[in-house]
């Protein structure tokens, strides 16, 4: 865990190569309507190019494992969010297409 | 004289530039009971209103407003900083045996943040006001021609007052203890503020978010509120009841912190069961971010996310009940003093007990769709708020009170003002849920005749609350500058901030304290 790593241009260049392929991803993906499953496909790849960024050009993969933690902590508590939204919102459509 | 944090440094600079975590606590407590004045003043208000049915002092769209300022006051400038920041910061680094805490600037931008942002809230008072209550509901909160937008900025800006004290305390908790000080030797009311941090640090942003939101819908048209637009306004309510319920623990955890400090200062006992007090604050913490949806019964939300939120709000009552039992526990076979602090402590226990019994009957999902916006709703968040929270910031103002001032209060002023605050506020508050149990709605400036006695009552009630708070006032003002002058230890208590002088010392102490034994042996 040495504070100073420092992570080689190949694997930066790697990473950018990825973020980029991900972005064509998220336009693509945007052109088919996977119906109430839209948000899920788009917060996924966001959520995937936003834990790129994060171990590699914020240096969480070298870091202490309490950042880990603190990090896990807010996908948690965002993920709790979109869950329990989540459940009112589809069981309501559910509910009103029952009813 | 002998040198203390009160007198290390003179002139209003000095207190303005501080970085002294007890003088900061005393500017936040200058704040709280400031705004807690302008709140109360709304709150005799809307109650003078309601004595008679009819217009009687102001018409309904001033009602509607004055409604929402009493309610925004309340919650973000007085219950939410009230403990944490005020007692909170004054007392937190005495019990660990910190010379300050982690961020001193920070602590200080905390409470600038505070004041900018409470400032920009009541500005809006002088740009036409706002009606939206406290809650800033969309669609109306988007449709409507008064000042949400300084409000909602405003709250956003306290908002980091809030995140930037619960970030300071976690770190102090973790980083400065003194030697010997491990984390299941610390003070019940340190672990308050530990599970309390967690809540403000993670919930906050979200409210900000949501606000932000609010303030994008205004402005920008953007749509995620507004059905006809494809947006959801329900997803409001949920957006904001995430961090609002938790906030309800912001308000309540450090005064159960408060309280298990007096309960065993004032019963010369151990506390009983101390890791299960400690376990009881991290599980309503945690269990604080799974129910919100009960706030929303009725708001359209599914049948089955009520089902969910209804059976899981009830768990918020297994960790409160165990801290109940143990704070009774620890009383009992306890050498009780009835001392003004113990009395707020005992009043709490009372009173909170009902506002949590009268949650879980909330709880229960058909029964709340009876009573939902109804005084019963009213009265039921007023004993936890006010029986709770109030009861803890004054229980715990007097309780350390020598050791902030280095002077005692007059006893006797004490406990007569405890008597109006406690009769007065179930005098005000018991009658609301008759009257929510009969149908009286919540937010309306009017009502019909049959409600007419039980609200006179209910605002004769508020008289006695405030003139409790106006002896309080003037005894504890007379004591600052005129009281007995205080031993270091005048309750004889354990914990660490009882060890160093009455007022402690610039760096709290002279020696730095080793900890060789339990909080409260």
């Not at chain 1, 508590?77 to 589809?90: G, N, P, R, T």
């Not at chain 2, 004289?1 to 200058?30: A, F």
């Not at chain 2, 406690?422 to 149908?439: A, D, E, H, K």
Request: glycine letters at 8%; a positive charge; aromatic letters at 18%.
């Amino acid at each position: 865990m040495s504070k100073n790593h420092s992570i080689s241009f190949k694997i930066y260049l790697t990473v950018l190569v990825i973020l980029l392929i991900l972005t064509v991803i998220t336009v693509g993906v945007a052109q088919v309507d996977f119906g109430m499953f839209n948000a899920f496909f788009a917060m996924l790849i966001a959520t995937v190019k936003a834990g790129l960024v994060l171990m590699y050009f914020m240096h969480l993969k070298y870091d202490e494992k309490l950042y880990w933690l603190i990090f896990g902590s807010a996908v948690f508590f965002v993920v709790l969010l979109y869950f329990f939204s989540e459940l009112d919102i589809v069981t309501r459509v559910i509910q009103n297409s029952v009813l | 004289m002998e040198k203390n944090y009160l007198n290390w440094k003179k002139g209003l600079l000095s207190w303005l530039l501080t970085r002294d975590h007890k003088r900061i606590g005393l500017l936040y407590m200058i704040t709280v009971f400031s705004f807690f004045f302008v709140g109360g003043v709304f709150a005799l208000l809307l109650r003078l209103e309601l004595f008679k049915v009819g217009e009687t002092i102001m018409n309904s769209a001033f009602y509607n407003q004055i409604m929402t300022y009493h309610g925004a006051v309340m919650i973000f400038m007085v219950i939410i900083p009230g403990i944490p920041a005020f007692l909170g910061n004054f007392v937190l680094p005495l019990q660990i045996g910190a010379k300050d805490v982690a961020f001193p600037k920070i602590n200080l931008l905390s409470w600038y943040c505070l004041i900018v942002g409470a400032g920009v809230t009541l500005l809006s008072l002088f740009l036409g006001g706002v009606d939206t209550g406290w809650t800033f509901y969309t669609p109306y909160s988007i449709e409507t021609n008064t000042a949400v937008i300084p409000v909602v900025l405003g709250v956003f800006i306290m908002g980091f007052s809030s995140i930037l004290t619960g970030l300071n305390f976690i770190v102090t908790i973790h980083r400065l203890r003194c030697p010997g000080m491990t984390f299941f030797r610390m003070p019940l009311f340190v672990w308050s503020l530990y599970s309390t941090a967690i809540i403000q640090v993670l919930a906050t942003p979200v409210l900000a978010i949501t606000l932000l939101l609010l303030v994008g819908e205004r402005i920008l048209d953007i749509g995620i509120f507004n059905s006809e637009k494809g947006g959801d306004p329900i997803l409001f309510q949920h957006f904001f009841w995430f961090y609002s319920h938790p906030a309800v623990y912001i308000m309540i955890l450090p005064a159960m912190g408060v309280i298990s400090e007096l309960i065993s200062a004032f019963s010369r006992q151990k506390i009983f069961g101390y890791k299960a007090v400690v376990f009881a604050s991290l599980g309503i913490a945690g269990v604080s971010f799974f129910v919100w949806g009960h706030h929303m019964f009725v708001s359209g939300q599914s049948e089955w996310a009520g089902i969910v939120f209804s059976f899981l709000t009830m768990l918020v009552g297994v960790p409160t009940a165990v801290k109940i039992f143990n704070w009774v526990a620890t009383l009992f076979k306890g050498s009780l003093k009835f001392d003004t602090p113990f009395l707020y402590a005992l009043g709490f226990l009372f009173l909170f007990l009902i506002g949590g019994v009268t949650g879980i009957m909330l709880a229960v999902l058909p029964f709340d769709v009876h009573v939902h916006d109804t005084y019963f709703v009213v009265a039921h968040f007023h004993y936890v708020m006010v029986g709770g929270t109030i009861m803890g910031i004054m229980g715990g103002f007097y309780y350390w009170f020598p050791k902030m001032f280095g002077r005692l209060y007059n006893e006797l002023l004490g406990q007569v003002s405890f008597v109006f605050i406690f009769i007065g506020f179930n005098v005000t508050f018991f009658p609301q849920f008759i009257l929510g149990m009969s149908g009286m709605p919540r937010r309306y400036a009017d009502y019909i005749s049959p409600y007419e006695p039980l609200n006179q009552v209910s605002t004769v009630g508020s008289w006695l609350i405030a003139s409790g708070f106006v002896v309080a006032f003037f005894a504890l003002i007379w004591a600052m500058f005129k009281g007995k002058k205080s031993s270091a230890n005048p309750w004889g208590a354990k914990t660490l901030e009882w060890q160093t002088s009455s007022p402690p010392p610039h760096e709290n102490f002279l020696k730095r304290p080793v900890v060789s034994k339990d909080a409260y042996e």
